[in-house]
Structure formats: C-alpha cells, structure tokens
C-alpha cells in the first residue's frame, strides 16, 4: 500500500488552495469586513449567517455551531471523504504532484476512497451515455430531443446522453475501465439479478444528475420505446453519493447565477429546467422523483445567501390544476423556513416550461417567471377554490379554511392588506374577516409569529423620556418597542436606516427622500425617519451627520441611531450601498403600494356594493394604474 502522504506535500495543497473557492462550491459567501466573508453555515440550519471564511489564514468558522478548520476538514465534513481523499483531491485541483513516504507516486487503484472510486465510476458512465447520443440506436432519442425543441448544443450543454437498449453495454464499458460489479451496483448504475448485475438505464435518454461542483453523481432516465413497461421517468436509487431529498437537478449550472441574482426557479422536469435556461432564465432547478422538501431547502438557501440582510426570492412553477394547488400549499406550509420571499409562476393554459417554451418561444418562459404571484396569494386562492362562495354556508366555510392561511403570512405587515382582499374575494365584511384571521393567529399561531414579547425601546438601554402631563407633572414618554429584527421587513428597515445614517449620498441616490411617512413599519423605525426628515432627508447631509439625526431624534430612540450608525452593513463600497439602498427602497415602496391597493380595492367594492357604478368605476381606474405602477417597480 502506498504511505503517508509527505507533509511537504499537504502543505503545498495547504498554500496553493484556495479556500474561498472550495467553500464557495457549496456556500454563497459574501463580504463581511476587512479580509472576511460570510455565508450560511451548511453544517447546520440558520437564518442569518454565522458562518465566515478568512481567505488570507486559510480557515473558517462558524459561530452558531462551533465547525471550524482547512479547506482539508471543510470537504472531510462536507462531502465525507477522508483526510487523505481530501488532500488528493485538492492536489489534483491544484497541479500538486502528491508523494507518499513508501517513495510512491500515489495510491493504488485499490487503495482509492471508496467515495472517488463511485464519483469515477459515474463521470465515465455520463461520458459513455453522451457518446451513445449520436449512436443509430439512438434515433429515437433525437427525436425526442427535437420534438421538444432541443437542437444538440443543447444536449451537450445539459450532458443528455442515451442508455443503450442492451442488457450490459454499460455494465461491459465500466468493466473495461476497471470497476467491478460490486462498486457499480453501489453506485445504482446496475441491478443486480439471477444471473449476475445488468445494466439499470436500458433504451432511454439519460440527464446526468450532478452535485454542486459538477460532478455526477446519478442519472434521471426517460422512456422511450414502446416496449419498455418501466415508469416513464425511472432515478438512480438512493446510494453513498445520491439522494433524492437533497438533490436539484440543474443546480450545478445555475449555481452562480442564483447567487448574482439572488432567484431561484424551482420547476417540476428536466425538459423545463433546459428550456428555461435556455430562455434567459438561468436560475431554475428540478427535483428528482419527489417533490420539494423540508431537506431541499437548506441546500437552496446557502446558495441563494438567503439571509435578512439581504432576502432574495424563490419561484415555483406548479401546475394550475389540483396536483399543483396542492402542492403549492405544501411549499406553503415551508415558507416560514425561507427568508426569501416565495412566488408561484402558473401558466393559464397549464403548459409547462418545455412546452411554453415550445409553442410561444423563450420570451414566453421569462415572462411567466416575471409575472410571479406571491406564494401566500396562491395558497389563499387555491384554497378558495374549494368552495361554493355563491352560498353563505360556502362563504363561512372558506373564510374558516383561508384565514389561517392569511395569519401564516411571515410579514406582518401584509396580513391586515391580504385580510382586506380576502374579504373582497369572498364578498364578506373586512371588519368580520380580519377578526377570523386574528382568531385562527391566536389559536396556531406560525413559527414567525412566535414573537417574544419585545422590549420597550430606551428602557433596555436606561435611557427614559420625560413629558407633561395636564398639571405639568413630569411623566415618562411612553417607551416604543424594540424592533424585532426576526422579521424580515424590520430587518430590511434596519438595513435602509443603516445606510441612511452611514452613507447619505447613496442613499438620497436611491430616492431614500421620496419614502412616505408610514414608509417604517417598526415605531422605532419610524421615529429614526422622522428625524432624518426632520433635518431635510439624506440628501441635506453634511459633516457629523449622523450625530445630527441623534440629537434630533426623540430620546427615546437616540441609543439606536447610535448603534445604526456603527453596525456593519453586508455590502462594501459605494456601488454595494448604492445597490443595496435601491433595493431597500424598492421594497418599502412596493409594501406601501400594496396597503393603498387594498385601500383602493375596498373602497371600490363599498362603492359598488352600495350602487354607486360610476364611483366604483373610477376607484377600479386608480386600482388598475397602482398595480401597473406597482408591477413597473417589481421589473426596475
């Protein structure tokens, strides 16, 4: 057997890699200060990250579960391979020619890890499939392909290969490279019979199935002949290296553009995750022979860097019809584990992805992702469907069904605008609804709404504000209530105010000044802006500004302008404030948009309702020109 790997040897992997870049195959990482990044820890579930990498030491750390070490222990936990795999991996990644103590060039074939004997195993079954694509046999695989729009640098992008029809063509080509029956039955490239193992995949196309950093690691295969009396889409089974659970296929490739644009499209097949990334949509995924879970959505959300800071959103493209509904209540009843926001993107014919894009072209695909609903709006419409709303019996029904579903809304600050429209979709008192949805909070309340009870603001810190009563008696101002930064929407305000105190220029670039005075949900919040304007916006800021907005704030909240003014922001730069502030004003005004359609939309069936006609025609008017004003600031 060979040795000990040299030390000089690890030591030279050690200084040659790069342990940003192995982290950043699995982590979004982001900056986080002076020489540090940070991301979400994949060694255990969070919602802020806690998780950092110092590139220039070589390490990292997470300070929510104590994991720490080298880019050698990060793929020892990560991946499960050995000190020794990790060493030879990183070596060959890195042009280091590994020696061993034995005077060895390197393990023999026997003695790899039995982890890179099965990830070999299935790189050369992927490169046997795509060969066998251009085969004859494999007509009627490129006619599939074809039929559905696929040309062959499309193939070639995805992999998409093509099992023989054969018994053990695979099974031979593996034997011929080396590998014996027993890694191949492991790896779920064959199954085992009577008479020995036979090939699994067997005269259909195969999509290779590939972990984060590209390497496969199972294979999806499609029916094809006539003959075959197997399930239309047939999965490698679970293995050492694959399961399904955790698995999205495309992620791969759309990796790095879900970090960019901080979106992930979740669609239901391989076919619509190529025709939407070749339709400008390069940020879809598809799970593999199961639906979307609970273990899907750590793995989406590192890469999507999906924290308060900076929340980003998930897309799911399910069907119109009863599976989709249900399954859209089932990723409903996730959405609480995402900071992300979470839209359904439904097509109204029920084509799919492959087929929209088949029948009306790639601009079609990217519009039915930018037409997204909100995934609570879906769940609540869907849940409607169920009843008759023309009896009053069907009414009561729904509004039981549906008002958990509006108290399960993880912003807060929608529940009393989607309450509104709730009561509009059903033709019933807003008034009458908001009380159900507050009833059905208080008897099962969401793990969002879990809140500890928040401590006043300034009572925290010491600090207590005095005013007058009607004697002129001193008495303490009331405290305002510590913003409870769990909530995605005070997290984002704290960001903006953040920015404001800490970078005026870019933030009165991001029209911080055009923000309404109930643009801040938190009272806290609220009492910062107002000091801010106090002072004429951001745009009026000059030297010592943030000390400014402190002595012009109410006392009550000048400790937290204080800590505002010094917390550290998730982006560097004036581009990365810049960015971040147009981002947080976007999302204040689009909320603000959202409460004055609701305004809008109850007013308007008050009018029309009472028979006022024309009243309620002009008040629909308004309704259609904000929500085409609103849909405008989503495509900015």
């Given at each position: 057997m060979a040795g000990r790997i040299r030390r000089e040897d690890i030591d030279a992997v050690r200084e040659r890699t790069r342990?940003?870049?192995?982290?950043?195959?699995?982590?979004?990482?982001?900056?986080?200060?002076?020489?540090?990044?940070?991301?979400?820890?994949?060694?255990?579930?969070?919602?802020?990250?806690?998780?950092?990498?110092?590139?220039?030491?070589?390490?990292?750390?997470?300070?929510?579960?104590?994991?720490?070490?080298?880019?050698?222990?990060?793929?020892?936990?990560?991946?499960?391979?050995?000190?020794?795999?990790?060493?030879?991996?990183?070596?060959?990644?890195?042009?280091?020619?590994?020696?061993?103590?034995?005077?060895?060039?390197?393990?023999?074939?026997?003695?790899?890890?039995?982890?890179?004997?099965?990830?070999?195993?299935?790189?050369?079954?992927?490169?046997?499939?795509?060969?066998?694509?251009?085969?004859?046999?494999?007509?009627?695989?490129?006619?599939?392909?074809?039929?559905?729009?696929?040309?062959?640098?499309?193939?070639?992008?995805?992999?998409?290969?093509?099992?023989?029809?054969?018994?053990?063509a695979l099974t031979n080509h593996l034997r011929g490279r080396g590998f014996d029956a027993d890694e191949m039955a492991t790896g779920g490239l064959v199954s085992r019979g009577q008479r020995g193992v036979y090939d699994r995949f067997r005269g259909r196309?195969?999509?290779?199935?590939?972990?984060?950093?590209?390497?496969?690691?199972?294979?999806?295969?499609?029916?094809?002949?006539?003959?075959?009396?197997?399930?239309?889409?047939?999965?490698?089974?679970?293995?050492?290296?694959?399961?399904?659970?955790?698995?999205?296929?495309?992620?791969?490739?759309?990796?790095?553009?879900?970090?960019?644009?901080?979106?992930?499209?979740?669609?239901?097949?391989?076919?619509?995750?190529?025709?939407?990334?070749?339709?400008?949509?390069?940020?879809?995924?598809?799970?593999?022979?199961?639906?979307?879970?609970?273990?899907?959505?750590?793995?989406?959300?590192?890469?999507?860097?999906?924290?308060?800071?900076?929340?980003?959103?998930?897309?799911?493209?399910?069907?119109?019809?009863?599976?989709?509904?249900?399954?859209?209540?089932?990723?409903?009843?996730?959405?609480?584990?995402?900071?992300?926001?979470?839209?359904?993107?439904?097509?109204?014919?029920?084509?799919?992805?492959?087929?929209?894009?088949?029948?009306?072209?790639?601009?079609?695909?990217?519009?039915?992702?930018?037409?997204?609903?909100?995934?609570?709006?879906?769940?609540?419409?869907?849940?409607?469907?169920?009843?008759?709303?023309?009896?009053?019996?069907?009414?009561?029904?729904?509004?039981?069904?549906?008002?958990?579903?509006?108290?399960?809304?993880?912003?807060?600050?929608?529940?009393?605008?989607?309450?509104?429209r709730l009561g509009g979709w059903l033709g019933m008192d807003v008034e009458g609804v908001r009380r159900a949805v507050h009833a059905a909070g208080r008897a099962g309340p969401s793990t969002a709404q879990m809140r500890r009870p928040a401590q006043a603001y300034g009572t925290a810190t010491g600090t207590t504000a005095w005013t007058g009563d009607a004697t002129g008696t001193a008495q303490p101002a009331p405290p305002l209530p510590a913003p409870d930064l769990r909530d995605p929407v005070v997290a984002a305000e704290r960001q903006l105010l953040q920015a404001v105190l800490q970078h005026p220029e870019q933030a009165a670039a991001a029209e911080f000044d055009a923000l309404p005075t109930d643009g801040f949900t938190a009272p806290a919040h609220r009492a910062v802006h107002e000091a801010v304007r106090a002072l004429g916006g951001a745009g009026a800021a000059g030297p010592g500004w943030a000390e400014q907005v402190r002595e012009t704030a109410a006392e009550p909240v000048r400790p937290l302008v204080g800590e505002l003014a010094v917390a550290g922001l998730p982006v560097a730069g004036a581009d990365g404030v810049a960015g971040l502030a147009t981002w947080l004003v976007r999302g204040v005004l689009e909320r603000g948009l959202v409460r004055q359609e609701a305004d809008l939309r109850g007013r308007a069936q008050r009018l029309e309702a009472s028979g006022d006609a024309e009243g309620a025609s002009a008040a629909y008017g308004d309704l259609y020109a904000l929500a085409a004003r609103r849909k405008r600031l989503a495509e900015t």
């Open positions: 342990i940003d870049e192995v982290v950043g195959e699995h982590v979004t990482l982001r900056p986080a200060g002076v020489g540090s990044l940070k991301g979400l820890c994949p060694f255990h579930d969070e919602r802020s990250p806690s998780f950092h990498v110092r590139p220039q030491v070589g390490r990292y750390h997470c300070f929510g579960c104590g994991e720490g070490g080298d880019a050698f222990e990060f793929l020892q936990k990560v991946d499960g391979v050995t000190f020794s795999e990790a060493v030879e991996r990183l070596a060959a990644a890195t042009g280091v020619q590994l020696r061993y103590e034995d005077g060895g060039a390197g393990p023999r074939k026997e003695d790899v890890g039995r982890r890179q004997r099965l990830l070999d195993a299935h790189a050369v079954a992927a490169q046997f499939y795509a060969e066998q694509l251009a085969s004859p046999a494999a007509q009627v695989g490129r006619d599939f392909l074809s039929g559905r729009g696929f040309d062959r640098p499309a193939a070639e992008q995805f992999g998409v290969g093509f099992a023989p029809p054969g018994w053990d196309l195969v999509w290779p199935i590939r972990d984060v950093t590209g390497a496969p690691i199972g294979f999806g295969a499609r029916r094809l002949l006539e003959e075959d009396s197997g399930p239309k889409y047939l999965n490698t089974p679970e293995t050492p290296l694959y399961r399904k659970s955790t698995v999205l296929y495309g992620l791969d490739l759309a990796k790095r553009e879900i970090a960019r644009r901080r979106q992930v499209v979740v669609v239901e097949g391989y076919t619509d995750v190529m025709a939407c990334h070749l339709s400008g949509v390069p940020t879809a995924v598809a799970t593999c022979g199961t639906a979307f879970g609970a273990d899907h959505i750590p793995v989406v959300r590192r890469l999507l860097g999906d924290d308060s800071a900076a929340a980003g959103e998930v897309v799911f493209t399910f069907d119109g019809d009863e599976a989709g509904q249900q399954a859209a209540m089932r990723a409903f009843a996730e959405d609480q584990r995402f900071v992300a926001r979470t839209f359904v993107a439904v097509e109204p014919g029920g084509l799919d992805p492959c087929d929209l894009r088949l029948q009306q072209g790639p601009a079609a695909v990217e519009a039915l992702v930018s037409g997204r609903t909100p995934l609570f709006e879906f769940a609540i419409r869907s849940t409607l469907r169920r009843y008759d709303l023309d009896s009053a019996e069907g009414r009561v029904a729904a509004l039981r069904a549906a008002a958990p579903v509006v108290a399960g809304i993880r912003d807060t600050t929608l529940r009393p605008e989607y309450a509104r």
